[in-house]
C-alpha cells in the first residue's frame, strides 16, 4: 500500500474537495466518483482531459480487486470469488441467485481476530481491515464480472464489520449515494458476532440496515465455548444493545444460529433460546437457523439434515419465527473462509 490518495475510498464530497485541490472545478469530482463507482480506470475516464488523467494515474491510487479465481456451484445459482487486493492478499464473495433478485456477500477484513471456534475465517488470525474502496470494489469487481446488478448485500463473509468500524460505515454512505452504485441501505445486512459498543454505535449513525447478530447459544457458558467474543459481552448486555438498535431504528433485528451437533441443538436449547429472545427483545426478531458447514481443523460436526427442521419447528412452536437457510454452493466451498484458507494451503505446499 501506499500513501498516495485512495480515491474509491472518498465520498463524492471528497472527490469535490480533491478535484479542487488540484485545480479542478468541483464538478470534476462528481465525474471521477460516477467513473470510480462503475470500475472505470483512469484510461476509461475520457471526458476528463488527457492531462488530468494522466495526474490522476501518477498522484493517486486505484484499489479495485481483481478476480483471483471462481467456482460456480452446479445448480449455476452461487459462485464463489476469490480476489486479490492491491497488495496481493485476498478475500472472498459470494454471488447468490434467488427468485427475488441477486444478492451478495462480501468481506470486511483480510482474516478475522474474533476467534469464533467454528468458522474458517478466523483460523489464521486477522491480517489487516479493508478499505471503503475494497468493500466497494468487491461489489463492482463481481458485478463487473458476472454483468449482474446487485440487488441486496450481505456483509457477513471473512472479518467482523464492527471491528473495521470507521470504514464500514463510510463505505455504507458511499454505497447509498444516488451517483454512485445507489444501493438502498435497506436492502443491506450487517452481520457482527456481537460487539456490543459498535452495536450501540451504528444505531446512532442514521443508517436503516439490517443488523444481524451471531448468537449461537441462549447460555453464557456454551456461548463463550465458541465464541471468545461471549468472555467480554454478556447475552444480557448483547441483547440490551440489540434492543437499544431497534428503539432507534426501527428495523428488525435478526439472530443467526449455526447448529453444531452435540453443542447448542437440543430441544432444551431451543425453548431457551424462545425465552430468552422473548425476555430481552420483547418485540418480533427473527432467527436464520444455520446448520453448520463442516471445517475440518476446528472439529465441530454438523447436525444431520434433519436437525435444522425440527429445531425450527420447536421455535414456531413456541412462537419465535425462524427459517433455516438453504444451503447455497456447498460444492464450491461457499462458507466464508474456505476458498481463502485453501489457498493458503496451496501456497504452504508449493
Known amino acids: 500500500m501506499s500513501d498516495l490518495p485512495d480515491l474509491l475510498s472518498m465520498t463524492r464530497e471528497e472527490l469535490r474537495d480533491f478535484a479542487l485541490s488540484i485545480g479542478e472545478k468541483p464538478y470534476r469530482g462528481d465525474q471521477i466518483f460516477s467513473f ?20 490522476l494515474k501518477t498522484e493517486t491510487e486505484f484499489r479495485l480487486p481483481s478476480v483471483l479465481t471462481k467456482k460456480r456451484s452446479r445448480d449455476g445459482l452461487t459462485e464463489k470469488y476469490l480476489l486479490s487486493l492491491i497488495d496481493g492478499e485476498c478475500v472472498e464473495c459470494v454471488l447468490m441467485r434467488h427468485d427475488y433478485g441477486t444478492s451478495l456477500c462480501i468481506s470486511s477484513q483480510v482474516g478475522c481476530r474474533m476467534g469464533c471456534k467454528f468458522c474458517a475465517s478466523t483460523l489464521a488470525g486477522k491480517v489487516r481491515d479493508l478499505y471503503p474502496s475494497e468493500l466497494l470494489g468487491q461489489i463492482i469487481a ?5 454483468g449482474e446488478r446487485i440487488d441486496k448485500l450481505v456483509m457477513m463473509g471473512i472479518g467482523e464489520p464492527l471491528d473495521n468500524y470507521a470504514n464500514t460505515v463510510k463505505f455504507l454512505r458511499i454505497l447509498n449515494d444516488k451517483d454512485g452504485i445507489g444501493l438502498g441501505l435497506r436492502n443491506v445486512s450487517l452481520s457482527t458476532c456481537g460487539i456490543v459498543p459498535g452495536i450501540e454505535k451504528l444505531a446512532e449513525e442514521g443508517l436503516p440496515v439490517t443488523l444481524s447478530v451471531s448468537l449461537h447459544a441462549y447460555r453464557d457458558d456454551v456461548r463463550q465455548k465458541i465464541m471468545p467474543v461471549a468472555n467480554k459481552y454478556s447475552l444480557d448486555e448483547l441483547l440490551r444493545a440489540c434492543r437499544f438498535y431497534f428503539d432507534k431504528t426501527g428495523r428488525r433485528v435478526s439472530f443467526e444460529y449455526t447448529l453444531i451437533a452435540g453443542k447448542n441443538d437440543s430441544r432444551e436449547d431451543a425453548i431457551g433460546l424462545c425465552r430468552l429472545l422473548k425476555e430481552k427483545m420483547r418485540v418480533t426478531s427473527h432467527v436464520n437457523i444455520i446448520p453448520l458447514n463442516r471445517v475440518e481443523e476446528t472439529g465441530f460436526s454438523p447436525p444431520d439434515p434433519a436437525s435444522a427442521e425440527r429445531f425450527a419447528a420447536i421455535l414456531r412452536t413456541e412462537g419465535q419465527n425462524a427459517t433455516v437457510r438453504r444451503s447455497m454452493g456447498a460444492d464450491v466451498d461457499a462458507a466464508c473462509g474456505q476458498l481463502r484458507r485453501s489457498l493458503q494451503n496451496q501456497v504452504k505446499e508449493l
Open 36 to 55: 470510480l463507482s462503475r470500475g472505470v480506470d483512469y484510461d476509461g475516464m475520457t471526458s476528463l482531459s488527457l492531462t488530468l488523467r494522466e495526474k
Open 142 to 146: 463481481v458485478g463487473n464480472d458476472s
